[in-house]
């Protein structure tokens, strides 16, 4: 499955939800099918896309929330696993795109490559649902599946290593803090 396609598969599904991705390759892709200012896409913070999307479930609990995240980034960050599973927002669904490597950055393989379970780590960690997807349908099913659930959801998709020709974007860093910061305070003027 590619990522891309994966992204475009739930676009409808997410787009009127806060998002926050990682940076790279998962952000490029996002912002290329329509940028919103409801989406964040984290740059310069290797690992923090679930804590902070954490952060937001527990502040604007009333919002459904949505972390795209990556089998590097996730690595580098394990304990929010257990983080999350301590709290349990019910309006957070983590989902990981596992391509078994850090593509943005420079291909290099990723300890999913040699075995470690992400999925595994996420149910011992207590997150309360852990789905696994490897195909289109499988990964729209567990998306639905998650967002009807009110149940904080991690989700490991695997994904091919293959990214966008630029991970260029014609957002500035600054502009998109200040869309998504405006964003999150009209959200909590309605609450």
Do not use: C, W
């Amino acid at each position: 499955m590619l990522r891309s396609e994966a992204l475009q598969t739930i676009y409808p599904d997410i787009a009127e939800h806060i998002v926050v991705t990682i940076m790279g390759a998962v952000a490029v892709e996002l912002y290329t099918l329509g940028h919103r200012h409801n989406f964040f896409y984290l740059e310069h913070a290797m690992g923090l896309a679930s804590s902070m999307g954490l952060g937001i479930a527990l502040a604007i609990p009333q919002e459904e929330v949505i972390v795209l995240d990556g089998d590097g980034s996730l690595l580098m960050n394990l304990g929010t696993l257990s983080t999350m599973a301590r709290y349990k927002p019910r309006n957070l669904l983590h989902i990981v795109f596992d391509n078994e490597t850090l593509l943005s950055v420079g291909g290099f393989p990723t300890a999913t490559a040699t075995g470690t379970d992400l999925a595994g780590i996420a149910r011992s960690s207590g997150i309360p649902i852990v789905l696994e997807a490897e195909t289109l349908a499988s990964f729209k099913d567990a998306v639905a599946r998650a967002l009807a659930s009110e149940t904080l959801t991690t989700i490991i998709a695997k994904v091919e290593p293959v990214g966008p020709k630029s991970f260029q974007m014609d957002l500035p860093l600054l502009e998109n803090r200040f869309q998504f910061k405006r964003s999150l305070e009209e959200l909590r003027r309605r609450h």
